[in-house]
């Protein structure tokens, strides 16, 4: 538990900084901060983190980066998690590029659902926001859905100007697969300056937005995995769409139940908040699996209540090196 009551079961783990892509809302232009390839966690320090929360409850985990999938030992820290007691549920977020060589050996280590990032369908578009290649997305979503995990969801960050027509085909892409998608609200993950009037699009108008073509019916009672995400059901299509509102829902923290750890060792209780707790001197300098509990504890004695991204949030590090 929190301070505030909350039971916190769940830590989604960053396992590096570094990404193919270049996401608008995660990477900053000109960004070189990338962390020293020393200054990562192991796989053996990641893997003794996660026994250690288990020990304390946790029961969730998730792995992120940056781009998770750029280092090629995932499916072995994946393995490893899966023989802690206590593990009950590892998942992947990923950009998708190279998941189609990765979804088959991913499943047969363990890992039981992947969130992709589809923030277009149009390839002008998706590489407008990212960089990156859509057709190699798409191809990692086939894999993951051949591979058979538990459950494969879409992701796609809402932007003004930039990929609000993209939204009812993402809906008719995600259908046609049986996917549930995420509309998420725009974060101040890169500068203050990335939330904008010109650019913000709340989840209220992406609901507006799909009202045009179909009939929407909540579905108060589905958790399709374990975060915020308010789900309805698009009548005509079968589409399973969910809305993230971390700026517009004035309730979007009473039930987190999640801490971050980043690819360099701090554990983050809340992403809107500078607050951090270093695990790796600790790791490094030969502490017991005792002092570590000690800090995750410290950790969850200073979440915070709720996030400040209302109140003119200037990240110290970007999204990338925090993790997803």
């Known amino acids: 538990m929190d301070p505030f009551g909350r039971k916190i079961d769940y830590l989604r783990i960053s396992v590096t900084d570094r990404c193919n892509e270049r996401c608008l809302y ?11 390839k020393p200054d990562h966690l192991t796989a053996e320090e990641i893997v003794r983190v996660v026994r250690v929360a288990a020990g304390l409850g946790f029961r969730k985990f998730r792995l992120t980066g940056g781009e998770p999938l750029v280092r ?27 998941l189609s060589a990765f979804a088959k050996p991913l499943r047969e280590a363990g890992l039981r659902t992947v969130n992709v990032s589809l923030d277009a369908l149009d390839p002008a578009i998706y590489h407008r926001i990212t960089g ?8 990692g979503i086939r894999a993951a859905v051949d591979a058979g995990f538990e459950r494969v969801k879409l992701n796609c960050v809402l932007m003004r100007g930039v990929n609000e027509a993209e939204i009812w085909p993402l809906v008719l892409f995600a259908a046609e697969h049986g996917l549930p998608l995420r509309l998420i609200e725009l974060m101040p993950l890169t500068t203050t300056e990335v939330l904008t009037e010109k650019n913000f699009m709340p989840c209220g108008e992406a609901m507006q937005w799909l009202s045009r073509h179909d009939e929407l019916i909540p579905q ?9 995400a308010k789900y309805f059901l698009l009548k005509q299509t079968g589409a399973m769409v969910g809305f993230v509102g971390a700026l517009t ?10 801490m971050r750890l980043t690819a360099d060792g701090k554990v983050r209780p809340c992403l809107g908040n500078h607050v951090e707790v270093d695990l790796r001197a600790a790791l490094r300098s030969g502490a017991n699996d005792g002092a570590l509990k000690e ?15 209302r109140n003119q949030y200037q990240p110290c590090r970007p999204m990338t090196a925090i993790g997803g």
């Open 26 to 36: 995660c990477m900053p232009e000109g960004y070189k901060g990338w962390e020293n």
């Open 72 to 98: 090629g030992d995932v499916p072995e820290i994946v393995r490893a998690m899966t023989a802690i007691p206590g593990v009950e549920c590892i998942g992947l977020s990923t950009n998708g590029m190279k």
């Open 132 to 139: 990156g290649d859509v057709a190699r997305v798409l191809a």
């Open 220 to 228: 108060p009672d589905c958790r399709l995995g374990h975060g915020p």
């Open 249 to 258: 829902n004035e309730h979007f923290c009473d039930n987190c139940n999640k």
């Open 295 to 309: 800090l995750l504890e410290t950790a969850l004695r200073v979440k915070p209540l709720e996030h400040q991204f």
